[in-house]
């Protein structure tokens, strides 16, 4: 193996300066959860490690006032879990980020990894999608901002340019009366990868939806915001006709591929399924908000 | 390359050690610093054999750079009995036989103690998601889980 360089830069200028000047040759470090797995399988070997955790934008978690937050992109499950008010402002979140492996490898795993690998899997894409998180991206040239629903290009591909570096996430005030869950199926109970993921995040007033987003991964080459399914919910009490219609909505919006995890007709069923789960999680909470 | 100067803190212990910038605190631990009571089952973060404290929160150290340890608090099972003394969950799993090979024993170990101190009385099921990224290829977990159970009773029996 060729001599890899660690770099360790306190700015998230110094970090974008030597990952641009690597010219493709490096590999930001957050975790490490993928990256340390995919050198010692040969698949990745980069010539320089960026290691973004002593970046303070990187790791940190603000309150914004209001539920609103942002989030370091590199902040990991486990510190997540321990803060004393993100997972009430947003349990879906916390729970789909939660969610991926074990208790050791939420020490290190983090959203903005999870996001950056690519996977159409990856368990807190949908919930961060469907809690409308933006993404603030800083490169060579400057600072930008995407949905979340925006950066995945495909599996393992991204829509961010060379030298760009994936910092925070923010998240939105939060109404009264609103709230977000996740749930994934895997033919396991726990450290599976998900068949299909999907979360909702609902606003509620007397009951009725005042405003949804829906999540959706694993069912397509990238997760999927689902417009069409928060369009049923909306102005809805949740009947049954709602959920069924956004249900719909989710299994049109499946295209997704067999495998050893699941068949396609298996995952385009899952998905309705999951929708109508999800939502009376998310609206039980919404009630409690 | 010149291989990177670390300085760090092990069981307690202010410890420097050179490595490889590709080099894994696993490779380390077990390596040059003898510590090999850390074991190394999958390498991919997977089976939890490797697991390590750092500045208190469990991890895996196949899936850490030995660079990251710098100035860290990494916490091993060579640590977890006190001058000899076993830690009650060491003394609990001998008790029951909580293991046969022994591979995965000491990861387990460093997972229950965090288990432990986090959530001093752990339901059944707490304690099986918590030791979930620990796999035991030998006991069916069923031992495992009655010694972590029993172990817990007993210390908060005896901090009453």
């Known amino acids: ?58 790791t940190a978690i603000e309150e914004l006032g209001g539920g609103a937050f942002r989030i370091g992109a590199a902040v990991p499950g486990a510190v997540l879990a321990e ?35 690519g996977s159409p899997a990856g368990d807190s894409v949908p919930a961060m999608v469907a809690a409308g998180a933006v993404v603030t991206i800083q490169g060579p040239n400057g600072g930008r901002e995407l949905p979340v629903e925006a950066v995945p290009a495909g599996p393992g591909r991204l829509n961010l340019t060379p030298g760009e570096i994936v910092v925070s996430f923010t998240f939105p005030d939060r109404p009264k009366g ?14 599976d990868i998900a068949v299909v993921g999907l979360a909702v995040n609902l606003s509620m007033d007397g009951g009725v939806v005042t405003a949804a987003r829906v999540g959706l991964g694993a069912v397509a080459p ?33 295209n997704p591929i067999n495998d050893k995890r699941g068949t396609i007709a298996y995952r385009t069923k899952v998905a309705g399924v999951l929708l109508k789960r999800v939502a009376a999680i998310a609206a039980q909470r919404a009630g409690g908000n | 390359m010149a291989k990177i100067h670390v300085s760090t803190t092990i069981n307690g212990e202010p410890l420097e050690y050179l490595c490889d910038a590709s080099a894994s605190m696993l490779d380390i631990l077990r390596g040059p610093l003898g510590l090999t009571g850390t074991k190394e089952g999958c390498g991919t973060g997977d089976c939890g054999a490797c697991s390590v404290t750092v500045d208190g929160r469990l991890m895996c150290s196949c899936l850490m750079l030995a660079v990251e340890a710098e100035g860290k608090q990494i916490g091993t099972i060579e640590g977890m009995a006190q001058g000899g003394e076993l830690h009650p969950l060491q003394q609990k799993f001998l008790e029951m036989a909580a293991l046969q090979c022994g591979i995965c024993t000491p990861g387990v170990l460093i997972s229950a103690r965090s288990l432990l101190e986090k959530n001093p009385d752990p339901t059944e099921e707490e304690v099986r998601f918590g030791l979930a990224g620990n796999l035991c290829r030998c006991t069916g977990y069923d031992k495992i889980v009655r010694a972590v159970m029993e172990t817990a009773a007993e210390m908060r029996e005896a901090a009453r």
């Not at chain 1, 970090?15 to 990256?35: E, R």
């Not at chain 1, 916390?94 to 050791?104: D, H, T, V, W, Y």
């Not at chain 1, 609103?178 to 450290?191: C, G, K, Q, V």
């Open chain 1, 178 to 191: 609103s709230s977000d869950a996740y749930l994934r199926m895997i033919p396991r109970t726990e450290m």
């Open chain 1, 1 to 58: 193996m060729t001599e890899i360089r660690y770099l360790a830069p306190g700015s998230l200028d110094e970090a974008v300066k030597a990952f641009a000047a690597a010219s493709g040759a490096a590999s930001i470090l957050a975790g490490g959860t993928d990256l340390l797995v995919q050198m010692r399988a040969g698949v990745r070997q980069p010539g320089t490690i960026i290691d973004i955790k002593k970046i303070p934008a990187l």
């Open chain 1, 222 to 254: 990238t997760v999927l915001l689902v417009g069409d399914a928060a369009a049923a919910l909306v102005g809805s009490r949740l009947e049954d006709a709602a959920l069924e219609k956004a249900a719909d909505a989710c299994r049109a919006a499946c």
């Open chain 1, 83 to 117: 803060h004393p008010t993100f997972g009430k402002a947003w349990p879906g979140v916390l729970e789909a980020i939660n969610l991926i492996g074990s208790k050791q490898v939420q020490g290190r795993a983090s959203p903005g990894g999870n996001l950056c690998n």
